[in-house]
């Protein structure tokens, strides 16, 4: 299948992304910075070329439906939500160190999707349960918030090695706790989509809008830890170091969201395959 | 407000309280996902010491999400949310309301350089202008003679924001109560319908003991359908909704598509075959051909010219790991024979060379000289239906929509507020902007930047 050996691919260029971004730090030399960027977009349009044909290949089996359908294309489009909002923060504040923070993880991301033995990355048909129109619209909006709590996770972690003097050139904390706040928000609206539009699909599919499943409880259990994290900076103004622990809190229960309840028993069990 | 006084209003007017009810909204949650809930809870209950089994469950810890805590948590948070906005309200009323004209102390003081303009032209000439600068993104100008010679004017957007965190606690509100009202008048419950069977009522989901539905159910047909790889494709029951005995609603009930019929919805949940259905036999009489009949444990039929009575004894799905069997009997003028037909006699042969010969019981043309055989067992299946009713879905429904407003409206929009000075100074007019707004100052800024932009150009044009 050609679209899983372009996402292959896509996993190499988001190392080389990484390491270019490492160097960038290391070296001193922006034309480390310009490497890393220029692999980010290359890998970027791959990725989404190889989005696009799994689509279509879908189609040419006769079991067309968009590439959101098992754990191998949630984490693909994880990883590609997450470059795509990591693209667009450093062409908005015009500052790469963010790169050496993001791009790992979504080099894990695609090595896990690619490598991990118990994972399969053929194209499944859709179960009767997924064969429904809200697919869609749940897995992008919840994915879309993973990845903007991700580059807040990520913000988080800068922010606290901001003082090593490797990391010379990372943004004063200003800009820092700015642009986390922003992607705390965008995730938490994104979240709450997911949570609603999930519900709406519970609400046709499983009977019953909420149920308790492990996954339903920790989204839950995520969106109160970053309602908590915006009502501190709302109403009593907390700033830098404290938000950044929130942000870093926030994102494990994100992680325990998307993988840990996994282990639990639940109704969620479509990413098991 | 006289209130603020009385110890239980300042109690849930503070955020901490939120902050509190809700980490521990979060510490309960997290323990219900680990300790087994409802149906799961009662396995469980069964493997741990009987002393802690108890103690969880005077805790009501096996149904955290219904138990007295949780409810309590929700009651404190609405509690608290409600105290919160009322405490709030007037201010966010009077910044919604008032437009302080002259704005507040010290405005246009420290204004950065880019925020001054210089011009000569006299002050009314420039309100005039600014007015005119101004009228194209604003929709309502405010103006006031300040002292003698100077006038501000004030122009603001997002007035409206201000109201969408109520918006937001309106609507956890309302999830609140739709919450409740599914909790305490909706009903979850499951039934089993064979296929050309029916029923009136369901099992309450938790062993709550049955409840009559307002119609009667019929399955009429129950299909499944397979992919190439095995995965299923479709679950689909063909159902009657029948009431006083007439038929009210026709129709297939597809996984993802409900039916929805009196207030109440019938979902396709699970399927099943029975076992005890039906056999395809087929027999032949040596030199004739071959004849297929259905039957059931217990059915018999006759063979032709009367040369006996078959009855099916037993029926198995798996029999001692060769696939499906039936057992009959048949009497005839000789006695009686009683033997076991398998449905996949030739591999059973293929595997044990000779076995019908050493063990009479699975040998199918025992009774001479007829043959019989296993053609298939009619399998006959059930469909699983979950049946509920929510009162409080609507209100749900509702709930988010404003949530989904509301959040918009907090996050995406801010009141922003502008205010120009044009004053008589030492025999030029100088215009400063100075601007305030309630959160997001970036967006603020980038508003002000272009509209000084806008002065600058308006102001050569006007020179030259």
């Known amino acids: 299948m050609t679209n899983t050996m372009i996402l292959s691919w896509v996993t190499f260029l988001y190392f080389g992304a990484f390491v270019f971004y490492l160097f960038r730090l290391v070296f001193g030399k922006e034309l480390w910075g310009k490497a890393a960027f220029y692999s980010v977009l290359g890998g970027l349009g791959a990725h989404t070329l190889g989005l696009l044909l799994r689509w279509k290949e879908s189609y040419s089996l006769g079991i067309g439906h968009a590439p959101l359908s098992n754990f191998y294309e949630s984490l693909i489009f994880f990883a590609w939500a997450l470059v795509l909002l990591y693209v667009i923060v450093e062409w908005r504040i015009k500052n790469r160190s963010l790169g050496v923070f993001v791009l790992p993880v979504a080099f894990l991301l695609m090595a896990f999707a690619s490598l991990a033995p118990n994972i399969s990355n053929r194209i499944q048909p859709l179960v009767p349960a997924l064969q429904s129109n809200w697919l869609t619209s749940h897995v992008v909006t919840c994915f879309m918030g993973y990845a903007a709590f991700t580059v807040a996770f990520a913000i988080g972690i800068m922010y606290f090695l901001r003082n090593i003097p490797l990391f010379g050139f990372i943004p004063e904390g200003d800009i820092l706790d700015e642009l986390m706040y922003q992607h705390a928000v965008l995730g938490f609206v994104f979240l709450t989509l997911g949570i609603m539009t999930g519900s709406v699909w519970a609400h046709y599919a499983w009977g019953s809008y909420w149920s308790w499943d492990p996954k339903e409880t920790w989204s839950l259990i995520t969106w109160l830890i970053y309602a908590v994290m915006l009502h501190a900076r709302y109403v009593r103004g907390w700033k830098g170091k404290r938000m950044a622990v929130l942000a870093i809190v926030g994102f494990a229960a994100v992680l325990f969201t998307y993988l840990g309840v996994n282990y639990l028993p639940g109704l969620h069990s479509y990413l098991q395959s | ?464």
């Open chain 2, 1 to 464: 407000m006289p209130k603020q006084k009385n110890p239980f209003w300042s109690f849930f007017a503070s955020v901490y309280l939120t902050i509190t009810l809700l980490v521990f909204t979060v510490v309960l949650s997290i323990v219900g996902t680990f300790i087994p809930q409802q149906d799961a809870a009662r396995e469980f209950a069964q493997g741990i010491p009987p002393g802690l089994a108890s103690f969880l469950q005077t805790m009501q810890a096996f149904d955290l999400f219904h138990s007295v805590w949780f409810f309590l948590l929700m009651l404190l948070l609405s509690l608290n949310l409600i105290v919160c906005s009322l405490n709030r309200w007037p201010l966010t009323w009077k910044q919604f309301r008032g437009a302080p004209l002259s704005g507040e102390e010290g405005l246009f003081r420290g204004l950065s350089p880019e925020r001054i303009f210089l011009c000569d032209e006299n002050v009314g000439t420039m309100t005039g202008r600014m007015e005119g600068l101004l009228n194209r993104k604003y929709r309502k100008i405010s103006k006031t003679q300040e002292k003698e010679d100077a006038v501000i004017i004030y122009v603001e957007r997002g007035r409206y924001s201000r109201f969408a965190v109520y918006v937001v606690h309106l609507s956890l509100q309302l999830l609140i109560l739709g919450a409740l009202m599914g909790a305490f008048w909706g009903w979850e419950g499951y039934v089993n319908i064979g296929e050309g069977e029916t029923a009136d009522a369901i099992d309450l989901k938790g062993g709550k003991g049955a409840k009559a539905l307002p119609f009667t159910i019929r399955c009429d047909k129950f299909i499944v359908e397979f992919y190439k790889n095995g995965a299923p494709k479709t679950y689909r029951s063909d159902l009657t909704f029948l009431k006083d005995g007439k038929t009210i609603y026709q129709g297939p009930l597809l996984v993802n598509h409900p039916v929805s019929l009196a207030g109440v919805r019938v979902y396709q949940a699970s399927y099943g075959s029975s076992p005890d259905g039906r056999a395809s036999l087929a027999f032949v009489r040596a030199g004739q051909e071959e004849k297929i009949i259905k039957v059931g444990p217990g059915e018999s039929f006759s063979l032709p010219e009367k040369e006996g009575t078959v009855q099916v004894v037993r029926l198995e799905e798996n029999l001692m790991q060769m696939g499906p069997a039936v057992k009959i009997l048949i009497r005839s003028g000789q006695g009686e024979v009683s033997f076991w037909v398998f449905l996949h006699i030739d591999k059973i042969r293929e595997m044990n060379p000779g076995v019908t010969e050493q063990v009479p019981m699975f040998n199918p043309s025992l009774f001479k000289p007829y043959v019989f055989a296993l053609k298939g067992m009619e399998e006959r299946y059930y469909t699983g239906l979950q049946v509920s009713r929510d009162p409080g879905a609507p209100l749900m429904a509702a709930a988010a929509v404003l949530m989904i407003l509301g959040l918009m409206g907090t996050f995406f929009s801010s009141h922003r507020r502008i205010w120009i000075k044009i004053q008589q100074l030492g025999g030029k007019t100088r215009i400063s902007v100075a601007a305030r707004t309630n959160k997001h100052p970036v967006v603020l800024e980038r508003e002000v930047r272009q509209l000084a932009e806008k002065i600058k150009i308006s102001l050569e044009k006007g020179s030259t």
